[in-house]
């Protein structure tokens, strides 16, 4: 059964970063679309950024653009994602995810299927 691990949260001043890091177990990372969401208190869980399978390609939205880059290590079989200038708003619970479902968008919640418990990550002002 696939596994997936978050860690690399924690407590920070606006501006600095965090590399979150998505250990994974049962299947290789390499074989497929690996992906990164947030949720906030009271909010609904929001899709943050994306790597695809084999190819590599990366998907963000675009209120992480140019700040957030999401990457993989298929030696240590971990995904990764480097927060730069974080803010505020950035706050939230964030979670690794496998994707599942091809039929629609990569950032849907419902094309996934395996979720890590989360790791914390809290900006202050």
């Known amino acids: 059964q696939v596994q997936l691990v978050e860690s690399g949260g924690g407590l920070v001043q606006a501006g600095a970063s965090l590399r979150l890091s998505c250990a994974a177990s049962?299947?290789?990372?390499?074989?497929?679309?690996m992906g990164w969401f947030r949720q906030a208190p009271g909010k609904e869980r929001e899709f943050v950024a994306a790597i695809g399978a084999n190819e590599y390609l990366t998907y963000y939205v675009d209120s992480v653009k140019g700040r957030f880059t999401i990457s993989r290590d298929n030696a240590k079989n971990t995904v990764y994602l480097q927060m730069n200038s974080l803010k505020p708003e950035d706050t939230a619970l964030y979670y690794c995810?496998?994707?599942?479902?091809?039929?629609?968008?990569?950032?849907?919640?419902?094309?996934?299927?395996?979720w890590g418990p989360g790791t914390q990550v809290t900006v202050s002002s």
């Open positions: 049962g299947r290789t990372v390499s074989t497929v679309t």
């Open positions: 995810a496998q994707r599942r479902n091809y039929f629609s968008s990569v950032s849907r919640i419902d094309q996934y299927d395996y």
